[in-house]
């Protein structure tokens, strides 16, 4: 989708790039080859030269380009073809950002592989590690994840971004990210009714009350926020594709969920509900 993509250039919006993909032009390639666009002049030439400015972004793999020229709501736009960089990424902490809040775990998962980070052991491998990735995707990482992250561990976090909670948004589909899951048919089996405030306890009974089989279960919690987003972006990125005439033939197999490697103990979770910490 991002190839077949002319609203990142000034001068175009939704109407100029419709006018262009029904008078056949559907890629930077095609405008490149053409004097005939449907434009003035000057947009023409315009199209013509950001079309080979956007090939040459592309050949040098570059998502952090696109992120900047593309309008906020078209990011999504970017997935597909920069999915091989992609970190998706979740946070949890011991509050909202306060004095005294902090980090207690980090999941990433690039589509192939699982990394944690735990406060006291290895959290300080993020900054290093994240490195390697161009294209972030969160929910909510815009407003929580990402500022938390500078603030906390100053790491600078200047990725490509694609924050789900505006793409799932303008979709209809609201209510965090629990929410949204349980709108598109996702089920957290045994972590089902376990949220962010129940994050907090269980790195509490880990902390004070030297439970590991806390820690593992906020860590599968968290794991299961990162590989959800997988999911979650590939049918964000599909419902996107029927507001453009590329449904047919650009839309996305859903992944195939990972083996995790956290598991959630359920007699701790128990506990905590019942208001039993240590």
Partial sequence: MLTETFCHIVGIGPKGEKRLWDKGFCSWQSVGES????????????????????????E?????????????????????????????????????GGSGDYITTIVVYDGGEIYSYVQGKNLRDFGRDIQKYGL????????FDLPFI???????M???HIDLR???????????????ERQLGLDRE??????????????WDYLKGGNPKALETLLAYNTADVVNLEVLMVMAYNLKLKETPFTDSHTLLLPDEPEIPFEADLETIHRIRRGRLW
């Avoid at 972030?136 to 990482?141: A, E, F, H, K």
Wanted: net charge neutral; hydrophobic share 40%; aromatic share 12%.
């Fill in 35 to 58: 004097d005939a666009l449907p434009l003035s002049p000057q947009q023409a030439e315009a199209v013509r030269q950001e079309a080979r400015v956007s090939l040459q972004h592309l």
């Fill in 60 to 96: 040098r793999d570059n998502p952090l380009y696109f992120d900047t020229c593309l309008p906020s709501n078209q990011l999504w736009r970017m997935f597909p073809t920069f999915r091989h960089q992609v970190a998706y990424l979740d946070i949890e902490t011991t509050g909202l």
């Fill in 136 to 143: 972030l995707v969160t929910y909510n990482g815009k407003t």
């Fill in 150 to 156: 500078r603030n906390y561990l100053n790491v600078p």
């Fill in 158 to 160: 200047r990725q490509a």
């Fill in 166 to 180: 505006y793409v799932l948004a303008s979709l209809g589909y609201k209510g965090g990210l629990k929410g949204c």
């Fill in 190 to 203: 045994d972590l089902v009714d376990v949220d962010g405030y129940f994050a907090v306890l269980l790195w």
